[in-house]
């Protein structure tokens, strides 16, 4: 595969970039050699994996991609792995790439939807990277919870343990201004966001999220909790969450910065929320999510920002499907000096008519 250049040279701060968790079954070669050259994903994921794989053990790699979880999780000593993945090119890689390393005979692949798969016997350990920049923004909470109720062995061991995903205003005005002026950045033509927005019907580019790196000096106020997962992953896909956010710094709030913290074990734990790109704390492949909103609004500190966020399926739908909605307002001494609302629902509607 072709190297990704080094990090630093490939995005800026507040740089604007296609949503790719939205783009997830379109994934090709170009974005899994963008997962294999991210610093803080490979390191914090291979650590992990060789502490909750041990010799002997029948590991699921769910989502398995190019297959180079499968790949340490041999290396651990697993006695065997079954990589599913529902795109057959990228899972005939990971095929190659077992093959490459002599472990063919040791890793069976599975090119189908998790939900349509049926194995023999339970599995010991249950590892997976279906996590979205928003933490849920990629379906994984259902996708994980189905697979431990019917793959995992009772007591076996799950990687990720937990992520937990944060909010936070920020005063991204670069960002919002490359926005509507439509200087979105994209990995490949593949991914173009003109192609992207005309496809699902876009009205407005405020009604959906974008992959961003947002340092921490954006920040308008402190990041507050949005959602956590954990254990059996039978926590509700679908919720409405209300957080009101103290206003500590003056600027022009232009939306929401989101970004998970995910325990892959108990000993590692993946945290993509930091912003220096020049030191490597960021994710090239995660970003993080970028909510923007239409009309800024000028805040003061000791104003307060009051949120009321949702994730839903549209007409039912419960596959890859999901839509976000955030809408508020800030308020000064009492008074409500602005007001926004962004439903993500105004974007799939088109998709889930044709889809």
Same mark, same amino acid.
């Given at each position: 595969? =072709?190297?990704?250049?080094?990090?630093?040279?490939?995005?800026?701060? *507040?740089?604007?970039?296609? !949503?790719?968790?939205?783009?997830?079954?379109?994934?090709?070669?170009?974005?899994?050699? +963008? /997962?294999?050259?991210?610093?803080?994903?490979?390191?914090?994921?291979?650590?992990?994996?060789?502490?909750?794989?041990? %010799?002997?053990?029948?590991?699921?790699?769910?989502?398995?991609? =190019?297959?180079?979880?499968?790949?340490?999780?041999?290396?651990?000593?697993?006695?065997?792995?079954?990589?599913?993945?529902?795109?057959? %090119?990228?899972?005939? /890689?990971?095929?190659?790439?077992?093959?490459?390393?002599?472990?063919?005979?040791?890793?069976?692949?599975?090119?189908?939807?998790?939900?349509?798969?049926?194995? !023999?016997?339970?599995?010991?350990?249950?590892?997976?990277?279906?996590?979205?920049?928003?933490?849920?923004?990629? &379906?994984?909470?259902?996708?994980?919870?189905?697979?431990? @109720?019917?793959?995992?062995? !009772?007591?076996?061991?799950?990687?990720?343990?937990? =992520?937990?995903?944060?909010?936070?205003?920020?005063? $991204?005005?670069?960002?919002?201004?490359?926005?509507?002026?439509?200087?979105?950045?994209?990995?490949?033509? #593949?991914?173009?966001?003109?192609?992207?927005?005309? @496809?699902?019907?876009?009205?407005? !580019?405020? &009604?959906?999220?974008?992959?961003?790196?947002? %340092? *921490?000096?954006?920040?308008?106020g402190r990041p507050q909790p949005l959602c956590s997962y954990r254990a059996s992953w039978d926590q509700p896909a679908t919720y409405t969450r209300h957080r009101s956010f103290p206003i500590e710094a003056d600027g022009l709030f232009t939306g929401f910065k989101a970004y998970f913290v995910a325990g892959l074990t108990p000993e590692t734990t993946l945290?993509?929320?930091?912003?220096?790109?020049?030191?490597?704390?960021?994710? &090239?492949?995660?970003?993080?999510?970028?909510?923007?909103?239409?009309? %800024?609004?000028?805040?003061?500190?000791?104003?307060?920002?009051?949120?009321?966020?949702?994730?839903?399926?549209?007409?039912?739908?419960?596959?890859?499907? @999901?839509?976000?909605?955030?809408?508020? #307002?800030?308020?000064? $001494?009492?008074?409500?000096?602005?007001?926004?609302? @962004? &439903? /993500?629902?105004?974007?799939?509607?088109? +998709?889930?008519?044709?889809?």
């Amino acid at each position: 595969m =072709t190297a990704i250049n080094d990090t630093a040279a490939r995005y800026t701060a *507040e740089q604007v970039w296609t !949503p790719l968790s939205e783009s997830l079954l379109d994934w090709d070669n170009a974005f899994h050699e +963008l /997962m294999l050259n991210d610093r803080l994903r490979m390191k914090a994921y291979r650590k992990a994996i060789f502490e909750a794989v041990g %010799p002997g053990d029948v590991v699921l790699d769910l989502g398995t991609g =190019t297959g180079i979880l499968s790949l340490w999780a041999l290396q651990a000593g697993a006695e065997r792995v079954i990589g599913i993945d529902l795109n057959k %090119p990228i899972l005939d /890689m990971a095929v190659e790439r077992m093959r490459q390393a002599g472990f063919s005979k040791r890793f069976e692949a599975i090119n189908a939807l998790s939900y349509d798969v049926v194995l !023999p016997k339970k599995v010991d350990v249950l590892i997976s990277e279906i996590i979205g920049n928003m933490a849920d923004n990629e &379906d994984f909470q259902p996708i994980l919870h189905d697979a431990i @109720q019917r793959f995992l062995k !009772p007591g076996g061991t799950v990687l990720p343990i937990s =992520t937990d995903s944060f909010l936070v205003p920020v005063a $991204a005005t670069k960002a919002h201004v490359d926005l509507l002026a439509g200087a979105v950045a994209s990995l490949s033509p #593949r991914y173009d966001m003109a192609a992207f927005s005309a @496809q699902r019907g876009m009205k407005s !580019p405020f &009604d959906i999220y974008y992959d961003c790196i947002l %340092p *921490e000096n954006l920040y308008l106020g402190r990041p507050q909790p949005l959602c956590s997962y954990r254990a059996s992953w039978d926590q509700p896909a679908t919720y409405t969450r209300h957080r009101s956010f103290p206003i500590e710094a003056d600027g022009l709030f232009t939306g929401f910065k989101a970004y998970f913290v995910a325990g892959l074990t108990p000993e590692t734990t993946l945290d993509i929320s930091k912003g220096g790109i020049e030191d490597g704390e960021t994710s &090239d492949s995660w970003k993080h999510a970028y909510l923007p909103i239409a009309d %800024p609004i000028e805040v003061c500190a000791g104003d307060r920002l009051e949120l009321v966020f949702s994730r839903s399926y549209p007409r039912g739908l419960t596959n890859f499907r @999901q839509v976000y909605a955030w809408e508020g #307002r800030v308020t000064r $001494a009492g008074s409500v000096v602005g007001r926004f609302s @962004q &439903d /993500m629902a105004n974007v799939t509607e088109a +998709l889930g008519s044709t889809g």
